[in-house]
């Protein structure tokens, strides 16, 4: 059994066993982590913090089962609470010549405008692919709840992995924007260089006018009626080929295009 005291009023807890499997250390055992002020435990950690309004990051409660080996790290029954939000599920490390993550997360809600500042811009997709080249990984996520730029989101799933570079999803839906629900799918190789491969989306909607107002600048005006799109991206270095085929309204739609240099 370890314990310590940390900053931010914070109490870590470790209970547990180390024995020999074939001749290779093993622990097996449980964690337990509280803290007061959150925000301070991660600061006395090292993490930049400074582009998360003060305020946030308050009170944290986590636990969870441990594995673990020179080969793997687990943490299993993972149950956390930080803030509002709440989560659960299992965490793996390989610690192999190429490391690989695998994520089993469910999560309540999360209003993440509560941790933006008012300057902060996403990261680049290519900056997102690139890291994720670096290292082989499995994930299942469940988000019922999101709140991101004063968008309400809810039912949110993915699902895929990656290995060697090449990165298959197998799903990234989200169940209610705007009253449309959306799908995409597909299989990207080279995802650092330059993607290769086939993507995927599906888009059905009571009244797409929600998600135009959303993505366009002057933003529509009238309601467009309900909507259902299907549509295939495909990706050949700089060259992109895209089929969209459905109905908006009374209207169908049917659109084959080729773009270069993207």
Request: glycine share 10%; proline share 4%.
């Amino acid at each position: 059994e370890l314990g310590a005291q940390l900053p931010g009023t914070s109490v870590a807890q470790i209970d547990g066993k180390l024995a020999s499997a074939a001749g290779k250390p093993r622990f097996t055992g449980s964690a337990q982590v509280q803290s007061e002020n959150f925000r301070a435990l991660l600061a006395w950690a090292g993490a930049d913090l400074s582009d998360i309004p003060k305020g946030r990051l308050a009170r944290m409660r986590a636990r969870a089962q441990l594995e673990a080996s020179p080969q793997r790290v687990q943490a299993l029954a993972i149950e956390a609470r930080a803030d509002s939000t709440s989560l659960s599920g299992a965490v793996a490390v390989g610690l192999g010549a190429r490391p690989s993550v695998e994520v089993d997360l469910q999560i309540d809600q999360l209003n993440a405008d509560a941790y933006l500042s008012a300057t902060a811009k996403p990261a680049p997709v290519s900056a997102i692919l690139t890291r994720l080249a670096g290292f082989d990984s499995h994930f299942k996520l469940n988000l019922d709840a999101l709140s991101y730029r004063g968008v309400a989101m809810s039912g949110i799933k993915a699902s895929g992995e990656s290995a060697g570079g090449e990165l298959t999803l197998n799903s990234f839906s989200i169940a209610n924007v705007a009253d449309t629900a959306l799908e995409i799918s597909g299989t990207l190789a080279n995802i650092s260089t330059g993607p290769q491969g086939e993507v995927s989306l599906r888009l059905a909607s009571k009244d797409v006018s929600g998600v135009a107002r959303l993505l366009l600048a002057p933003p529509v005006g009238r309601n467009l009626g309900a909507a259902e799109l299907q549509s295939r991206w495909l990706f050949a270095g700089q060259r992109l080929d895209a089929t969209v085929d459905g109905r908006v309204g009374e209207t169908t739609i049917k659109f084959s295009g080729q773009a270069l240099g993207v």
